[in-house]
């Protein structure tokens, strides 16, 4: 059962839909199956953030290729996902939108996560669409990415994106039950491992490394995925998407499936993150108003607010927040440039485009790129 682990209560859910989920058996896009998961969705969506991470381009486009197998060769998956992508999102919007609901295509490599500028675009872009009611639909930039940049597999980008996006749930849709002590296909006595730690070693044991004729990975990805995304304080849920009801079923509290639980808290995830970047680059001398804002309201931090600026970084950069007593306020992640910074401070966000001919954000640091130093009132 699913109650101790408050699932009901999350806010931010990131779902990786597999190719043997959502291509049914790589004879295609499942209509079926999709139109079902967009009636899921929009439950969750009343009180969730929802991004979907999706499989399936290239295993619909070598469908309408008439391609039976999976090449080896790189420019032929090119070539296959940038056909079956358009396939893959048209048949999103046409199911979402029966239950009137927006989707829109991200698409991402490798450097937009590992990149602090583009790190920093794509995460404000999802928050925007997330802040309209939008469903951002992910996968991999297939069609420009290489063996250097490639992901190595989706259920490795949907953890890099609750890492991002810093997500309550990571939930894993494959053609299993869950995360089992063994193969269940070749070991009839295999039992399914309801709830288990993160770092507990079993993972080890149990992670074997699969392929199907469509896609890659297979429980070894996933436990690595969740991994990853246990570094932001998300737990993973690993379930069989073939069921109709797996959305309906986390929502009543009747979960089957695997559940592999951070012992991260989010906050101290956030701070060790933080921590862990470069050097600050530089320091912004806030106002007594701005303090308040940032540590008592968990406001963004705006460039009124902002009495000094020294040192020099770009946008992306990491920076410090002091108070005008002197105090660490806060550490974040900047979008604008210290030069850009100089010629807006103290000025109210609406003065920014006439200053700059340009608006990157009206924040200067967003409340979600800031992470809160000092105690609050």
């Excluded at 296959?80 to 609901?101: P, T």
């Excluded at 997330?130 to 190595?152: R, Y």
């Excluded at 770009?314 to 927040?321: A, E, P, T």
């Excluded at 910074?341 to 800031?370: A, C, F, Q, T, W």
């Amino acid at each position: 059962m699913m109650n101790k682990f408050n699932f009901t209560k999350a806010k931010k859910i990131i779902i990786k839909l597999g190719s043997s989920i959502i291509t049914n058996d790589g004879k295609g896009i499942d209509e079926v199956f999709l139109s079902n998961f967009a009636s899921e969705i929009s439950l969750l969506a009343k009180n969730m953030q929802v991004v979907i991470v999706s499989s399936g381009a290239i295993a619909a486009g070598l469908k309408k290729l008439g391609i039976s197998r999976r090449p080896s060769e790189l420019s032929e998956l090119q070539a296959a996902a940038a056909v079956g992508q358009m396939y893959l999102i048209r048949s999103f919007e046409k199911e979402f939108s029966k239950v009137s609901m927006i989707c829109a295509q991200v698409l991402l490599t490798h450097d937009d996560l590992s990149d602090r500028k583009r790190y920093l675009n794509a995460r404000s872009t999802l928050y925007n669409l997330l802040e309209k009611n939008v469903i951002p639909i992910i996968n991999e930039n297939d069609t420009v990415s290489n063996e250097e940049i490639k992901f190595g597999d989706n259920d490795n980008l949907a953890a890099l994106t609750a890492n991002l996006l810093e997500a309550d749930y990571l939930i894993l849709l494959t053609d299993q039950d869950g995360l089992y002590s063994d193969d269940p296909r070749k070991n009839s006595n295999a039992t399914l491992l309801s709830h288990i730690s993160v770092n507990d070693k079993i993972l080890d044991e149990v992670a074997k490394e699969t392929t199907s004729s469509v896609g890659r990975g297979g429980m070894y990805t996933k436990i690595s995925a969740a991994r990853r995304a246990s570094l932001s304080g998300t737990h993973t849920i690993i379930a069989n998407g073939k069921n109709s009801k797996v959305i309906s079923n986390l929502l009543n509290d009747s979960f089957s499936g695997t559940f592999i639980q951070s012992e991260e808290r989010q906050l101290d995830a956030r701070k060790k993150w933080l921590a862990g970047q470069l050097k600050s680059k530089g320091i912004l001398i806030i106002d007594d108003g701005a303090t308040n804002a940032i540590v008592n309201l968990g406001k963004s931090l705006l460039s009124v607010g902002i009495n000094d600026v020294k040192g020099k970084f770009d946008r992306g950069d990491l920076v410090q927040c002091i108070s005008s007593s002197g105090q660490e306020v806060a550490k974040g992640l900047i979008n604008y440039s210290s030069s850009e910074v100089g010629k807006i401070l103290g000025k109210p966000s609406d003065k920014m485009e006439s200053l700059l001919g340009y608006v990157n954000e009206s924040s200067v640091i967003h409340r979600n790129n800031l992470v809160v130093l000092k105690k609050g009132k």
